[in-house]
């Protein structure tokens, strides 16, 4: 790896790592001060090392310089005299007894404890996802604002309102205790799944970015599966979601990322080891008795997971979207129920249901209204393309539906 990628890759790896340890150290109220010194730690390696070369060991140049420079911070600066060090342990403590600890261990229970704090439903889901790809990820704040298609200025705001809040609140960087670590936990899990899609379905970032996306809230949600407290049934069936996703992340797009649809992925390129991984977090999650949206949607990717595609194939995942919609209804859970529907039973029937869902400002809807009507209406066909046309937002899938709208206009398909 080049310098230039070396860089970027461990600001987005290593970062969260220094940011909550050194939240940990001193206090959520000082994350400001944590995020200053991390972003100081990386501007100071593209300096040096773009003068003296890489060190042997990177990861731990950057640790010793986040050390020295979280010294030095909170050594000079009043706030460590008058708020840090009356918090710390020992109302004695000098700063040169200070602990900073950047092992590996201590890196883990830091990164644990700072994913329920910033997961804490005082916050708004926008807030907390913001929150977790600046401080979790190490997004950057152009990323996030391309992620939530907003501006620089309003995802600032978000993150200072959000901090600020937290702060107000006293919020610490600590585990829940058992009474209300359940409902803090599906928080957490529901936010960890928002931001794997970001990566999965987003066409907001690039291919790159996307995938290291998906691989921070894997690893997120392994923090939680090692922690016995919340290695939960719910949980192992997220990660279980989350491998059967990743296993076909590579055949979901070609070499310009355009989108591949599902029936046309190269199968050859889907993941086995993911595949094989995903079903013991699957097993592993049928320990419990509820079943919930992860279980299901878990099942589902499983499915499709499976080269065969037969009548029986989607005749389970038809089933499965039932339940699911039981669970939990959302428009988009029904157009997807509704393509399983017809690749089950047929397009008539799908039509039908298709019909009944309130999507129309969603270009996938109008996209399978004209799959549908493909070999019964062309003109209808042309119609529901043309607006999917309007509705996109990204030049990938506008390439997409112009391709079918060429066909549909030459060939009447």
Not at 63 to 68: C, H, I, L, P, W
Request: charged residues 25%; glycine residues 4%.
């Amino acid at each position: 790896m080049s310098q230039e990628e070396l860089i970027p890759h461990l600001f987005r790896t290593e970062y969260s790592k220094i940011v909550s340890v050194l939240c940990k150290t001193f206090g959520f109220s000082h994350i400001e001060h944590a995020e200053d010194i991390a972003s100081d730690t990386f501007l100071k390696a593209a300096e040096t090392w773009g003068l003296k070369g890489t060190p042997k060991s990177p990861k731990a140049w950057l640790y010793q310089v986040a050390k020295n420079k979280a010294f030095d911070v909170f050594r000079h600066e009043k706030v460590f005299q008058q708020k840090v060090r009356p918090t710390l342990a020992r109302a004695d403590t000098i700063y040169k007894e200070v602990d900073i600890d950047l092992s590996e261990n201590n890196i883990k229970d830091s990164q644990l404890q700072m994913l329920f704090a910033i997961c804490n439903p005082i916050l708004s889901s926008e807030a907390q996802i913001a929150l977790a790809l600046r401080v979790l990820c190490g997004f950057g704040i152009d990323e996030i604002a391309r992620a939530f298609l907003s501006n620089k200025q309003t995802i600032n705001k978000r993150l200072q309102r959000a901090k600020e809040k937290l702060r107000t609140e006293e919020i610490d960087l600590k585990i829940p205790d058992t009474k209300v670590l359940e409902n803090r936990l599906n928080n957490v899990l529901s936010i960890l799944y928002l931001l794997y899609n970001e990566g999965y379905y987003s066409t907001s970032f690039e291919k790159k970015v996307r995938k290291e996306l998906c691989i921070e809230a894997m690893r997120l949600t392994y923090l939680l599966l090692d922690h016995e407290p919340t290695a939960r049934p719910q949980t192992n069936a997220l990660m279980a979601l989350f491998c059967f996703h990743a296993s076909r992340f590579e055949s979901r797009t070609d070499v310009d990322g355009n989108q591949i649809v599902y029936a046309e992925q190269d199968k050859t390129q889907w993941n086995q080891d993911l595949i094989a991984k995903g079903q013991v977090y699957l097993s592993s999650s049928g320990d419990g008795l509820q079943v919930t949206e992860y279980h299901l949607e878990a099942i589902i990717a499983f499915y499709h997971t499976q080269e065969k595609d037969t009548k029986e194939k989607w005749e389970q995942i038809l089933l499965l979207y039932n339940q699911l919609l039981q669970l939990k209804y959302s428009p988009i859970i029904a157009l997807n129920r509704t393509y399983a529907l017809y690749k089950a039973n047929g397009k008539k029937i799908a039509l039908r249901e298709a019909l009944k869902i309130d999507l129309k400002g969603n270009h996938l809807y109008h996209l399978l209204l004209a799959e549908l009507y493909s070999d019964m209406d062309t003109k209808k066909r042309i119609q529901h393309l043309n607006t999917a046309l309007e509705l996109v937002t990204t030049e990938n899938e506008k390439k997409l539906i112009l391709n079918k709208l060429n066909k549909a206009e030459q060939n009447g398909i």
